[in-house]
């Protein structure tokens, strides 16, 4: 579809159902989707401890990809001096293209890149940081790796590298990034700028990372305080898109909300007017929640007590994914999206069935996605 096109036809665009219809994720577990169900579901912990040959960190665990370079996945041409967190984006954005290759090929502008981040790589910032402060001039800097240290390198370098020729943005929104992430992919599609859009999140482990997470008081050893990594991408697109190219729905997009809070006490309260509003907005009853993907294990009391006011302790399906593969901070989210599809891939949500997914950031933001089933009814 043309941009012409897609602008007139913009009052259907806005009411079209979205869907989310491929996936691809880069984790502790590994390089794919398979390791990263196969362990999520299980419940087996891909946290491991931390080598301190490699890392001079204060955590004792981490959940780091294995055995992950940009040379090996990406080959040595144009890598030499890609960083981590670039490497991991570009890595799970081109396991999503090369199941929907034929369609970005055919119209590049019509595809939209959308990656949330953190900090961007903060090894590369504060390396470069360094430079400037040690150096005998402050421009004393490696100007080839001065792009590693710029927010949307990663966004940019995916599309560059994948041929991705539509809307390209970058959104940081701490543990709420990939909730963001996809609420804006949706405004893209809907407002007819894209045809569909890639929807990622990434986060790289790094020494610099972790010292920076001590020093805000985040220390700790068990799994939850362990650090993780990696990047998860999703394809948005409209249904009838999706039918045309013959891709098969997982789920579809009902609702994104947010909503904030001033004192850490209002945080429960914040999270329960969150939840209720994006139930009504995806005109969803709490009966109908099969699975509750919440941000923490359940060890942390105001979003698990939430969530158990308002679906029951043991009527939905819970996946919890954090205490597993550690704080991925930015990509932490978009690893909860992809535990539900690989959930749903095992036994997919009825039409009448939905899945929720939460998050309290620590900025005082709470998020939840709505996410119904595209099969018949249950």
């Known amino acids: 579809m043309t941009a012409q096109a897609a602008l ?6 806005r009411t079209a159902e979205l869907v989310l219809s491929k996936w691809f994720v880069v984790s502790p577990y590994g390089v794919g989707n398979d390791p990263f169900a196969d362990g999520v579901l299980s419940g087996r912990s891909a946290i491991s401890g931390v080598d301190r040959s490699q890392f001079d ?7 780091l990809v294995p055995d992950f370079s940009a040379a090996k996945y990406l080959g040595n041409k144009g890598t030499r001096l890609m960083d981590r967190l670039t490497a991991l984006a570009v890595t799970a954005a081109g396991g999503l293209v090369d199941q929907c290759r034929e369609d970005l090929v055919a119209d590049p502008e019509r595809a939209a890149l959308v990656l949330g981040t953190g900090w ?34 990663a966004a940019g370098q995916s599309a560059i590298w994948h041929t991705i020729k539509g809307p390209n943005t ?22 007819g700028h894209c045809d569909r859009a890639l929807c990622g999140v990434a986060e790289e482990y790094s020494a610099q990372r972790a010292w920076l997470e001590w020093h805000a008081g985040r220390a700790g050893g068990d799994g939850m305080s362990a650090l993780g990594e990696g990047s998860a991408f999703f394809l948005l ?13 997982l789920v579809r997009l009902l609702a994104t909300r947010f909503t904030a809070f001033g004192a850490h006490g209002d945080a429960g309260a914040a999270l329960r007017d969150c939840v209720r509003a994006a139930l009504r907005q995806a005109g969803v009853g709490p009966e109908q929640v ?35 593969i550690g704080d991925a901070s930015a990509a932490s989210a978009g690893f909860q999206i992809a535990a539900v599809l690989a959930a749903a891939g095992r036994r997919p949500l009825g039409r009448d069935e939905a899945a929720v997914v939460t998050t309290i950031g620590r900025d005082g933001m709470t998020g939840c996605l709505v996410l119904g089933g595209c099969g018949g009814s249950s």
Request: proline share 7%; charged share 25%.
């Open 8 to 13: 007139a036809d913009r009052d259907g665009t």
């Open 57 to 63: 960190v204060p955590y004792e665990l981490v959940g």
């Open 120 to 153: 961007a790589s903060v090894q590369s910032i504060m390396d470069t940081t360094r430079d400037s402060l040690t150096g005998d001039k402050p421009y004393h800097v490696d100007p080839a790796k001065f792009p590693n240290t710029v927010m949307n390198k």
């Open 170 to 191: 970058t959104i940081s929104g701490d543990w709420l990034t990939a909730l963001l992430t996809l609420s804006y992919a949706a405004r893209l599609v809907r407002g």
């Open 237 to 249: 697109e409209s249904a009838a898109d999706a039918e045309r190219s013959g891709r098969t729905p």
């Open 290 to 324: 099969r699975v509750v993907a919440p941000a923490s294990a359940g060890a942390a009391p105001v979003e698990n007590d939430v969530l158990t006011e308002e679906f029951g302790a043991s009527a939905p399906e819970w996946i919890r994914s954090r205490h597993l």
